[in-house]
C-alpha cells in the first residue's frame, strides 16, 4: 500500500494472560475457498526499470525521481532484494555490493520475475495473491493492465490464485471510476480458472475506506454503495479497513460501521503498529480479540493481517516477530491470513527473497540485510516462516508459539523432526496421467493428487528437499474417501540427483480408510537432497498415486 511509514499508535496495556487465552470456537462465516482457510499476500509488481518495455518508463516505485537511476540520495526502498534466483537485473547509480558485484535491481514488468515470484509462492505454500491495483485512469494504468495481464499467467502456470485488490488513495473519483474499470477491464480476468473465487463468487478487495488521512476523504454513503454495486454484481467483497474500524478512532474515521458490516470479509490493516511481539500480544488481546467476536457476530469472514515486521528499523528478531504473529492469528480462530506484503522492499515489510548479509547489500548504503540483528538468516527465510504458518493455519502443523524453522536451513535448532521437509518444494516425474501432476502431492490439500500414467510400471514420484537432509521417516497418503488398497513402493535419495541409494527397500505399503488412508515408511537416515519414490504395483488402480508425499528428518 503506498501509504506514508507510520509511527507507532499510543502504547497500550498488555493484556491478562486470561485475555490471552484463546476465544471459544464459533462457526466460520464462510466455508473454505480461496481466501477462507488460505494463506494470501499482497503482491504490489510495481517496480519497473528502463528497458524493461514497462509503458510508464524509468525506475518506477525504485527512485523517487523516477527518470534518474536510484541512489543513496534517489530511492523509495528499505530492503534490497535478492536477485540469485533471477535471470537478469537492470544496473543502478548505487555503489557496488559488499561483495563488489554491481549494484542492480528487478523489474516487475519481465515475464520471468513474476513466473519466479509465483513460483516461490508455490514452493513456500502461499496459496492467493492479491494483486493491488491503484488508480488506473492515471500514467500508471496501461502498466497496471499489463501486470495482470503477467499475474494471471503466472498464477495459471503455477496453480495460485489472485484477486484484484483496489486501493482508493488518492482516487478522486474512486466511486464511478471503480465501476468502470472492473467492467470494462478487470473482470474479464474472473474468467481464468486462477482468479480466486470464495463462496462460489469471484473476490474483490476494497481497501482504504474510513482510514483517518487526507488521502482518502470518502465519506461513507459512496463507500457503501461501491461496495453493494460489487456484491451486486456477484462478487465477495473483502474491505481493507483501519485498525480501530471498530471503534472510530485513531486510524480511523467515526461512522463507518454500517460500511464495515457490509463487507463479506474484514481485513484490518497493522502494518506499522506493533514493533515487538510484546505489542503484537497487547493488540491481540485489546483488538483482535474484539475484531474477531464483531465479526462472528454479523457473519462476516476475518482475514488479519500478518506481517514479518520492518526490516529496516530492526523489528524481525530474526522470526520471531513474524512467528508471533501468525501463531496470535491463527490461535484466534481466524478464517484466512492476509500476508502484508510479498514484494513491498519500500516499506521493509517483504517476504521475498531478500538480501541474506552485507555482502548482498550496496556497500554503505546504510540498507539492513536479514542478519542485521547478528543471527545467520537465509535469502527465503521468511517464506519458509509462511510456509510453516501455512500449515499450521490449515491443521497440518501444530499450534505452537515457538517457530519451528532455524533461520539457515539446516542450522541452528537443527532440522525439526515434526516438520514435513516436502512441502511445497519442486517435484519431479516419470509422468502423470491428465490433470494429476506432481506438485498435487506436497500442495498441502488432501483431495488433490498424483496418478502415473497408467498401465505402465515402475513409475516414480520425486520431490526436492533443497538441502542433503538424514532422512527418518516418510508418510505418504490416499484422498480420505478412496477404497482399500496396496501399493508397492521402494524409496531413494540422491544428494546430487543422479546417484540414488535405497533408504526404504521394496515391499507393499497398505492404505487403509478406517487408518487415515496413510503409510508411514522408516528410511536409513542417510542423507538425502532428492528424494524418489518408485511404485511398482498397486492393487486398486493400475498407477502409482499419492495426494501427499511427506519427508521427515532424523
Known amino acids: 500500500?503506498?501509504?506514508?511509514?507510520?509511527?507507532?499508535?499510543?502504547?497500550?496495556?498488555?493484556?491478562?494472560?486470561?485475555?490471552?487465552?484463546?476465544?471459544?470456537?464459533?462457526?466460520?462465516?464462510?466455508?473454505?475457498?480461496?481466501?477462507?482457510?488460505?494463506?494470501?499476500?499482497?503482491?504490489?509488481?510495481?517496480?519497473?526499470?528502463?528497458?524493461?518495455?514497462?509503458?510508464?518508463?524509468?525506475?518506477?516505485?525504485?527512485?523517487?525521481?523516477?527518470?534518474?537511476?536510484?541512489?543513496?540520495?534517489?530511492?523509495?526502498?528499505?530492503?534490497w532484494p535478492d536477485l540469485t534466483d533471477l535471470a537478469h537485473g537492470y544496473p543502478t547509480a548505487y555503489p557496488n555490493l559488499g561483495d563488489g558485484r554491481p549494484a542492480r535491481l528487478f523489474s516487475s514488468y519481465d515475464q520471468q520475475t513474476v513466473d519466479t515470484h509465483f513460483g516461490w509462492m508455490r514452493q513456500y505454500g502461499v496459496d492467493t495473491a492479491a494483486l493491488q491495483r491503484f488508480n488506473p485512469f492515471g500514467d500508471e494504468g496501461p502498466t497496471r493492465d499489463a501486470m495482470a495481464v503477467k499475474v494471471r499467467g503466472a498464477a495459471e502456470a503455477t496453480g495460485r490464485k489472485f484477486y484484484i485488490m483496489y486501493d482508493v488513495t488518492g482516487w478522486t473519483n474512486m466511486q464511478s471510476e471503480l465501476k468502470t474499470d472492473w467492467t470494462m477491464k478487470m473482470s474479464a480476468h474472473t474468467a481464468s480458472p486462477a482468479y480466486a473465487r470464495q463462496n462460489g463468487r469471484p473476490v474483490v478487495c476494497i481497501w482504504g475506506f474510513g482510514f483517518n488521512e487526507p488521502g482518502r476523504p470518502f465519506a461513507p454513503g459512496p463507500c457503501l454503495e461501491v461496495i453493494n454495486w460489487f456484491k451486486g454484481q456477484g462478487c465477495y467483497v473483502i474491505g481493507g479497513v483501519p485498525t480501530w474500524w471498530r471503534a472510530g478512532i485513531n486510524d480511523s474515521r467515526p461512522g463507518f460501521g454500517e460500511v464495515y458490516h457490509a463487507f463479506h470479509m474484514i481485513s484490518p490493516w497493522m502494518v506499522g503498529r506493533a514493533a515487538s511481539p510484546a505489542d503484537l500480544d497487547s493488540y491481540y488481546a485489546n483488538v483482535n480479540v474484539g475484531d474477531y467476536a464483531d465479526c462472528q457476530a454479523h457473519g462476516i469472514d476475518y482475514q488479519p493481517c500478518v506481517l514479518p515486521g520492518d526490516l529496516s528499523s530492526g523489528h524481525r528478531r530474526h522470526g520471531d516477530y513474524y512467528w508471533r504473529s501468525l501463531y496470535n492469528m491463527i490461535r484466534l480462530g481466524s478464517q484466512g491470513l492476509y500476508v502484508s506484503m510479498f514484494d513491498e522492499f519500500n516499506e521493509g515489510n517483504q517476504i521475498a527473497k531478500t538480501a541474506p548479509t552485507a555482502a548482498s547489500v550496496p556497500a554503505g548504503s546504510g540498507i539492513r540485510a536479514l542478519d542485521e540483528d547478528g543471527t545467520a538468516c537465509s535469502s527465503d527465510y521468511y517464506l519458509r516462516i509462511t510456509a510453516d504458518g501455512g500449515r499450521m493455519l490449515k491443521g497440518q502443523l501444530a499450534l505452537t508459539a515457538t517457530r519451528p524453522t532455524a533461520p539457515v536451513v539446516g542450522g541452528g535448532t537443527g532440522p525439526d523432526p515434526t516438520r514435513d521437509l516436502a512441502a511445497g518444494r519442486p517435484t519431479a516425474e516419470s509422468g502423470h496421467t491428465q490433470v494429476y501432476g506432481p506438485g498435487n502431492a506436497v500442495d498441502g490439500n488432501p483431495g488433490t493428487y498424483w496418478e502415473s500414467v497408467n498401465n505402465a510400471f515402475p513409475q516414480w514420484l520425486q520431490v526436492d528437499l533443497g538441502a542433503a537432509t538424514a532422512v527418518a521417516r516418510v508418510v505418504l497418503r490416499l484422498p480420505p474417501?478412496?477404497?482399500q488398497r496396496t501399493q508397492t513402493l521402494r524409496i531413494e535419495g540422491s544428494t546430487d540427483g543422479a546417484a540414488f541409494t535405497t533408504l526404504a527397500g521394496a515391499a507393499g505399503r497398505a492404505f487403509d480408510p478406517a487408518t487415515g488412508n496413510q503409510a508411514t515408511i522408516s528410511c536409513s537416515g542417510a542423507p538425502a537432497r532428492h528424494l524418489r519414490v518408485t511404485f511398482t504395483a498397486n492393487t486398486g488402480w493400475p498407477a502409482g498415486q499419492a495426494s501427499s508425499l511427506e519427508v521427515y528428518a532424523a
Open 1 to 79: 500500500m503506498p501509504v506514508s511509514r507510520r509511527t507507532l499508535l499510543a502504547t497500550m496495556a498488555a493484556g491478562s494472560a486470561a485475555a490471552l487465552a484463546r476465544p471459544a470456537a464459533a462457526a466460520a462465516a464462510s466455508p473454505p475457498g480461496d481466501v477462507v482457510g488460505k494463506i494470501s499476500a499482497g503482491y504490489q509488481g510495481w517496480f519497473a526499470c528502463p528497458g524493461d518495455g514497462a509503458p510508464i518508463g524509468g525506475w518506477w516505485h525504485w527512485s523517487r525521481d523516477r527518470f534518474q537511476p536510484p541512489s543513496p540520495a534517489n530511492t523509495t526502498i528499505v530492503s
Open 481 to 483: 474417501g478412496w477404497g
